[in-house]
Structure formats: structure tokens, C-alpha cells
């Protein structure tokens, strides 16, 4: 006797033979509306589509399908099988395990409610708080994600997290402080490259510094906002060199016969920089914010050219004049480098007055602040720190 097994579609096929059918449509000549609405629900499929990849992959990776291959991980076969990168494979790993504990996140994208890029932020939130913190609270980061793009939904995120695990947030701003890093490495070809990265608190005060710097762009400015953005971050630099009055900076040395314009004159070259057109070297002996060295033939030197805080500049004044640099036990840090820190915060009640306030210096005022650290005056007058 056969017993007839029942026919199992493969749904996999019909979505290739529509997105083929859409393929082969003259899309020249429809209007912008039409294309509007198809780029609309071309996205929502998109979003659809990635629920379901997402929750096929949870399932291989909780069977270990990627064993089969000889693959280590399952990010590892994605690697290789679909083409992804290493970040990426492990994303889509990490958002595949946390989606299948997130019902409702996992349905709304599965419906194209919210889009895959919601739901990263919802996964990543729910990875930082932990599964259970998040079982609670998913359906406000669900219902922010109908109404927000990806950027303020994680805004949304952090405020949540915050609330839900707030020594877990401060955990991770020291991480994310720990990984400071800013790079400056000349090439070959002539230039530099820069390249590295900043926490929350240090990239809002460049960036804010260079906003500050860059200002409406004008008519006939023709440099892209990269350009722009470049050129600011050098002009703070020499802001803060000529402030710095005679202490070292940067230096050129030229041959008088370079300025002089002569014919066959050798090169300038640009400390920490190496070689420039003579064009450039005239350009900065100019009005020179540089330290300008002239030689002659032989190289000898012919001539060396020039080189509303919440704290009153009064109160900060007599401040360093007391203090001469960073105040913490053992750091030798000078007054240039230092804050004014409140040892009773104002916002507590603590006065803007000079036994509350002692200068520390960026690193130390941070370990006071953000690594738990307490201050108070001895009974000689010396600063005692106490650890957290």
C-alpha cells in the first residue's frame, strides 16, 4: 500500500519569479508617484524579508547547521555562503539570536511595520540590558519605532537603557572612552592620513568645534563638506599653536634662495612633514603662523622668524596660582591642561568658591567623575582622593 506524502511548496521560488516580473518592467517611463509607491513597498518586502532570513538563521544557528560545511561559527559560513563581511555576519548573527526572544520587535518587522534597522536597535538594547530587563519594556521601543527613524529611536534606546541598567551605561561610556584612539600617518604620495575614533562627550566637542569654525558656507564655496571639515580641523590647529605664543610647533625650513624666487633653488621642507613646493613655502613665510627657519647653501641658518566658563577667569586665576596644575595626588599635570572641579557640585548646592575647587587635569577630573572617585580637603590642607 503507498501512502501519498503531501507536496511541500517551495514559496522561495515564487519570490524569484516576482522578483524577476518586476525586473523586466520599463521603469523609464513610470511617473515619480508610481515609483514612489514601488520603492515604499519594495522596502516593506525588503524589511519582511530580512525578519525571515532572521528567524531561518536562528534556527540553523541553534542547530549548528553551519557544522555540516566544515564551518567554525556561524557567522563564519555567512562569511563565506552569503557574501558578508565579518562585522556583518556577526550583526546578523547576534540580531537573529535576541529577535527570538523579542515577539513583538520580530512580528512588526515581519509585517513591515518597522524596518531591520529598528530592530537592530531594539536587538542591541536588548543585548546591553539583558533578555529579561527587555521583556517588560519591548513595546515602548516597539511603539517608538512606528514613529521614529533608526537615529532617534536610538535616542530613545539609550534613555531606556539608562533607566533600566544605569551602571551598565556608565560601564559602557568608560568602554566606549577606553577606545579612544586618533591616528596621523604620512604617505607616500605627500599627504596625511587621519584616521581614529572618539567617545559621545569627546566627538560633540570636535565636532562642535569645528561647526564653530566652518560657519554658513558662502556662495562660492566650492569644497565639499568633507573639504570644509578638513580644513576647519587645520585652523583650530594653528588657532591654538598661535595662542601658544613662542612654545614649539611646527617649523619650516627654506633656502633663502627658495623665498628669493631664484631658479634651481632646493626645496622647502615642513618638520614632521618633509618636503614642500616652493609656491607653499613662500605662501607660509608669508604671514607665517609657523616657525620659519631660513638657511643657506650649506644649510646653515641665516635666520629663525616668529613662531564663559562656569569657573570666572578671576576666581580661575587664583586658582593657579594656589593649585599650579592638577591637584589629584601624585599628577603633575600643568594649568593649561587642567579644569576647575567643584568638590560639592554646584548643581548639589556647592559654591562657586575657592575652598570648593581644586584644578584637575581632563584624565583625573573623568576618574573623579565617571569612575566613582571622592575628593575632600585634610586636616593639613592637602587633597586626599578615595577610591570608589
Not at 513591515?112 to 540590558?129: F, L, Q, W
Not at 578638513?230 to 613662542?246: H, I, S, T, W
Not at 614632521?272 to 603662523?289: E, F, H, K, N, Y
Not at 584637575?360 to 567623575?369: D, E, F, G, S, Y
Request: glycine residues 10%.
Amino acid at each position: 500500500m503507498f501512502v501519498a506524502l503531501p507536496t511541500i511548496s517551495n514559496p522561495l521560488a515564487g519570490l524569484h519569479a516576482a522578483i524577476d516580473e518586476c525586473r523586466a518592467e520599463p521603469v523609464a517611463h513610470f511617473t515619480d508617484g508610481a515609483l514612489a509607491e514601488d520603492l515604499l513597498e519594495l522596502r516593506r518586502a525588503a524589511d519582511r524579508l530580512e525578519a525571515e532570513f532572521a528567524r531561518r538563521l536562528e534556527r540553523f544557528d541553534r542547530s549548528r547547521g553551519f557544522a555540516a560545511e566544515g564551518a567554525i561559527s556561524t557567522a563564519s559560513w555567512l562569511r563565506h555562503r552569503c557574501g558578508f563581511s565579518g562585522a556583518a555576519a556577526s550583526e546578523r548573527v547576534a540580531v537573529a539570536r535576541h529577535l527570538a526572544q523579542l515577539p513583538l520587535t520580530a512580528d512588526a518587522l515581519g509585517r513591515g511595520e518597522i524596518g531591520y534597522d529598528h530592530a537592530r536597535v531594539i536587538t542591541r538594547t536588548t543585548k546591553s540590558v539583558g533578555d529579561d530587563a527587555m521583556r517588560g519594556a519591548e513595546h515602548i521601543l516597539v511603539d517608538a519605532a512606528h514613529r521614529l527613524d533608526p537615529a532617534r529611536l536610538q535616542v530613545a534606546a539609550d534613555h531606556l537603557r539608562h533607566y533600566l541598567a544605569p551602571e551598565r551605561t556608565l560601564h559602557d561610556a568608560n568602554v566606549a572612552h577606553d577606545r579612544r584612539a586618533l591616528f596621523i600617518s604620512p604617505l607616500l604620495d605627500g599627504v596625511f592620513r587621519i584616521d581614529g575614533q572618539l567617545d559621545r562627550e569627546g566627538g560633540a566637542c570636535l565636532q562642535a568645534a569645528l561647526e564653530a569654525l566652518l560657519g554658513p558656507r558662502a556662495t562660492d564655496d566650492t569644497r565639499t563638506p568633507a573639504q570644509r571639515r578638513a580644513d576647519a580641523l587645520v585652523e583650530l590647529a594653528r588657532q591654538r599653536m598661535e595662542a601658544a605664543g613662542g612654545r614649539p610647533h611646527v617649523t619650516l625650513i627654506v633656502a633663502a634662495e627658495t623665498l628669493a624666487g631664484s631658479g634651481g633653488a632646493t626645496a622647502a621642507e615642513l618638520d614632521r612633514a618633509g618636503v614642500v613646493p616652493d609656491q607653499t613655502a613662500l605662501r607660509i613665510s608669508c604671514d607665517a603662523a609657523l616657525s620659519v627657519v631660513t638657511v643657506d647653501g650649506q644649510g646653515r641658518t641665516l635666520e629663525a622668524g616668529r613662531a564663559s566658563r562656569t569657573v570666572p577667569p578671576s576666581l580661575r586665576r587664583a586658582l593657579a596660582a594656589r593649585d599650579r596644575g592638577c591637584r589629584f595626588p601624585g599628577c603633575d599635570r600643568p594649568v593649561g591642561w587642567t579644569d576647575g572641579h567643584h568638590l560639592q557640585h554646584w548643581a548639589r548646592g556647592g559654591a562657586t568658591r575657592a575652598n570648593n575647587l581644586v584644578l584637575l587635569c581632563r584624565r583625573h577630573h573623568r576618574i573623579v567623575h565617571e569612575g566613582g572617585w571622592r575628593l575632600a580637603w585634610g586636616e593639613q590642607g592637602e587633597l586626599e582622593a578615595f577610591p570608589p
